[in-house]
C-alpha cells in the first residue's frame, strides 16, 4: 500500500488473480491490519476480492500459471511459486515475470515455513534430532539445493538457485512474531467472504 491502493485500485479490475484461502495470503493481510487496522485491511480485502472477480483461486501454483498463460493481468503468490513453474515448464515457456511490491510496501512480507513438535508425540528426541538437522548447514544445504526455490535461512547458507538474492529483498519491516499466527488474518477473510 504505502500510499497507494496496489492490487485494490481500480485499474486491476478483473484483472488481478488471488488465493484468499490460501495460507501463504495471510501474512499480507496481517501486515496490513497491523500497519493500518482492521477496518483498513478489511477495505483492502474487499477491494481486493471486487478487483479479482471469478479469479480467486485455490493456491497459488493456479494464479501462476493463469497469469503465465495470460488469462489474469498480475497474481499476488510467494516468489518461489513462479520460479518452480519456471522451472517445470522451461524458460523459453515464460511468459510471465516476477516482481515485488515496491521496496518495505506493506504487502511486501517475509514468512516462514515452521516446524514444530506435538506435545502428545512419543518420539520426542527424535523429533528434536529431527528439528535440529534442518536447522543445520547439511539440512539447509538440501534447501538450497532442492526445487522448493525456498530460501534457507539458518547457518549462513545460501540459496544456489537462480532467484533474487535473499540480501537484495526489500520487504516491510513487520517481523515473524508481529505476523503472528494468522489467527487475525483469518479472522478478515472470513469477514470479506474469502474464506
Known amino acids: 500500500m504505502g500510499g497507494h491502493l496496489g492490487p485494490a485500485d481500480p485499474q486491476w479490475k478483473n484483472k488481478l488473480a488471488i488465493a484468499g484461502g490460501e495460507t501463504d495470503f495471510q ?41 503465465n498463460q495470460g488469462q489474469v493481468a498480475i497474481g499476488i503468490i510467494n516468489q518461489y511459486y513462479w520460479y518452480r513453474e519456471r522451472a517445470e515448464i522451461g524458460a523459453t515457456n515464460m511468459h510471465s515475470a516476477i516482481a515485488y511490491f515496491a521496496p518495505h510496501d506493506v504487502g511486501y512480507v ?23 538437522f534442518l536447522n543445520s548447514a547439511p539440512g539447509q544445504e538440501i534447501i ?47 469477514e470479506a467472504q474469502l474464506l
Open 27 to 67: 501474512p499480507i493481510v496481517t501486515s496490513i491490519a497491523r500497519t493500518y487496522g482492521n477496518s483498513a485491511a478489511l477495505k483492502w480485502l474487499e477491494s481486493v476480492k471486487a478487483n479479482a472477480g471469478s479469479h480467486d483461486y485455490p493456491d497459488n501454483e493456479t494464479i501462476t500459471d493463469e497469469v
Open 110 to 132: 517475509l514468512d516462514v515455513s515452521g516446524a514444530a513438535i506435538l506435545k502428545s508425540s512419543k518420539h520426542q528426541a527424535d523429533a528434536q534430532k529431527f528439528l535440529a
Open 144 to 190: 538450497a539445493h532442492s526445487d522448493s526455490f525456498e530460501y534457507p535461512i539458518a547457518s549462513g547458507v545460501t540459496t544456489a538457485k537462480p532467484e533474487t538474492p535473499f540480501t537484495e529483498l526489500q520487504p516491510n519491516s513487520i517481523t515473524i512474531a508481529e505476523l503472528g499466527t494468522g489467527s487475525l488474518a483469518i479472522k478478515l477473510l472470513q
